[in-house]
């Protein structure tokens, strides 16, 4: 093929007449151009290395140190003491001149004020009493943190300035964690299982765990975060069934507007808002991720905030898991200046860049129809090869290792692997319609396993643009969490709209360079004992797939701004209203898991807030009584509970440490063993929205669905939410078909009605419904 010639710099022949050799210009030109970019990126990672290094001063205070002892000492003045003249003595060569031996004092002083001021940051950062603080109760200790916080941070961070100020996450006391557990499952248990429980934690804490703890800690004294890597490995990495589902997740699109209809022209702005997302990333110019809404409610001061980590940044771009028999891997590249795109069964290697700058968004339009256009089939055995990715772990390990290990499938592999995300081009149309909301619930089930063959699920994430317009994604789920993806997905949902834009006729703006490389299609050699693996896994996959039964709504009858008119925190009027959702649909409580990030904590990523509270069953059983005591309770509960799991204090990412150590030591924990195989029939998860990036009140269309995932057990829900505004709540249930008491679209009806049931309970002059659809008809119209 043209496009194949295209990519090799120079070809020879042998004759009789000697070596003809066929320079080809235009790729030595990319060849070259390649190199300059991938310097210029390095030239910037040096440059924000050593402004990231000195923060949370600037190279700016150098200048003045050094001027500042200068000038004392022309007054005649010794600001040192005697350790100018001292330096002489320890230098191997000699330095005559007493000014240079005052600049050499002063950059040492320099880095002395830099690291004291970054411990004083860093001790700062482990205060968490504010989050325990009630609302406009504010304790003078508080108030001198906030204004010392302030002073200790510094001017304009870079996105990874705050991560050396960080504290470490902290080794909560075993006895804390046995007590916490004990609570967290007395409202699921009996008088006798609870006594049980509480004989063999006793057991635990007096006799083994005091021996894990020694270790747990000596490695948090080694390691910059005891759980994360032991997390990431065992939690994701070892898992040996399908990622599709069971680990996965997805993003969804704007809920009410298409920008446009026609699906090259979507990816083309899409496309490349991803990339000036991570030309963004790799120059550290995206703002550093803060926790700073939460603190200003309380505090009431503008302008404060508090650093999240931002490592999980860094594995967003140019990253795959790589399958292995025993464990898989995360393999990130440096770089990489193309995307892979499936489309019909076929696989295509898609340049960003041509002549050293990025495509245009209606270059990239162009590039993307000529696939569409494409009528070449797929090679034998490629059509489905994706759902290797889809399947169980070993085979596709197996696979692997035999079949693309070398030649041609190496090579294509390679290029799916290598390039900076996944694209697939849908022939379905998906999306919600008004007058027709199974659509959605169609449009959630297609982004999260599709037809198990057309995503590579490996991916760090793939992108999926449907024929008519709709986009969403899928995220593996081992190198970040959501919130972290969702960021950039957001940025790449406005930038879409608002900054790029359409032209009259819906296609990207700008104009197409004539000389562009046309995309590569990639080559297979599949013999036939791979596609019977093939067709193995997308059997498996298949099946998982048919079992996942998905619901997703949107509740317009009220939305967080009601929530906190009560003085309630929504996120807590969420997780009873799923408490009061789920006794009523299952006729029982059950252990519910509620993720909550510790990215206050340097690599720290989740930890579990138990939801289901001796309050908050005590409430739920007593909401045909006076019950608005018994919620307020619940609710502070949830929140105390949700803080500790914020601060370190959490249960189960200690307890799981402490699990592993056991296996390490090669001794068995019955009390560790039975608490970590109790199911969670509830597993829920927030959505967050970046509210600065969407403007939900003069454009209330542009708000997203927000995204889900696949149910942790059996017979559980998987239950995301998002707060979309201050009008609005979102909710994706799944399950799956094979337990028979379970049903995604019954539950999401008791959801629905557990949310009009409490706020009737807490304002019931609000209660009255109100649709929001109903002051807004224009976001009635057909999609």
Known sequence: ???????????????????????????????????????????????????????????????FVVIAILATMYTRSDPSMGLIAKIQEHLPCAVPDAWCRAVLFSTMLWLLLIFTMRMCLKQLLSYHRWMFEKHGKMSNTTKVWVALVRIFSGRKPLLYSYQGSLPNLPVPLIKDTVNRHLESVRPLMDDTEYERMTSLSEDFESGLGKRLQWYLKLKALWATNYVSDWWEEYVYLRGRSPIMVNSNYYGMDFMYVTPTPIQAARAGNSIHAYFLYRRKLNKEELKPVTFGYLLQFL?????????????????????????????????????????????????????????????????????????????????????????????????WAKARAKYFSSGVNKRSLDFIEKAAFFVTLDDDEQGGVADDPTRIDSYAKSLLHGKCYDRWFDKSFSVVYFKNGKMGLNGEHSWADAPVLSHAWQYVLTTDCFQLGYNAEGHCKGEVDSSLPGPQKLNWEIPPECEEQISGSLAVAQA???????????????????????????????????????????????????????????????????????????????????????????????????????TGAGIDRHLFCLYVVSKYLQVESPFLKEVLSEPWRLSTSQTPLQVEMFDLVNHPEYVSCGGGFGPVADDGYGVSYCALGEKMLSFHITCKHSCPNTDANTFGGEIRKALRDLLQLLSPEQAEPRKAAAQRPELKKDL
Not at 1 to 18: I, L, N, R
Not at 35 to 53: A, D, E, Q
Not at 307 to 322: D, G, H, K, V, Y
Not at 378 to 395: C, H, M, N, Q, V
């Open 544 to 646: 998982l797939a048919d079992d996942v039964d998905v619901h997703v709504f949107s509740f317009e009858e009220f939305g967080k701004g009601k929530i906190k008119k009560c003085r309630v925190s929504p996120d807590a009027f969420i997780q009873l209203t799923l408490q009061l959702a789920h006794y009523r649909n299952q006729g029982r409580f059950c252990l519910t898991y509620e993720a909550s990030m510790t990215r206050l904590f340097k690599e720290g990523r989740t930890e579990t807030v138990r939801s289901c509270t001796n309050e908050s069953c005590a409430f739920v059983r007593a909401l045909e009584d006076v019950c608005r005591r018994l919620f307020h309770e619940a609710s502070e509960k949830h929140q105390q509970l949700y803080r500790m799991a914020m």
């Open 1 to 63: 093929m043209a496009e194949a010639h295209q990519a090799v710099a120079f070809q020879f022949t042998v004759s009789p007449d000697g070596i003809d050799l066929h320079l080809s210009h235009q790729a030595l030109t990319e060849i070259y151009l390649s190199g300059v970019r991938s310097w210029k990126k390095r030239v910037i990672g040096l440059k924000n290395s050593v402004v990231t290094g000195v923060y949370p001063a600037s190279l700016s205070s150098w200048l």
């Open 299 to 395: 505090t009431r001061i503008p302008g404060t905030v508090i650093p999240l980590c931002s490592a999980q940044c860094e594995r967003m771009f140019n990253t795959t898991r790589i399958p292995g028999e025993e464990t898989d891997t995360v393999q990130h590249w440096q770089d990489s200046d193309y995307i892979a795109v499936y489309h019909r069964g076929r696989y295509f290697r898609l340049r960003m860049y041509h002549a050293g700058r990025l495509l245009s968004p209606r270059e990239i339009e162009s590039q993307i129809q000529k696939i569409l256009d494409d009528p070449s089939p797929p090679s034998k055995g490629e059509a489905k090869l994706g759902a290797l990715t889809a399947g169980d772990r070993i085979p």
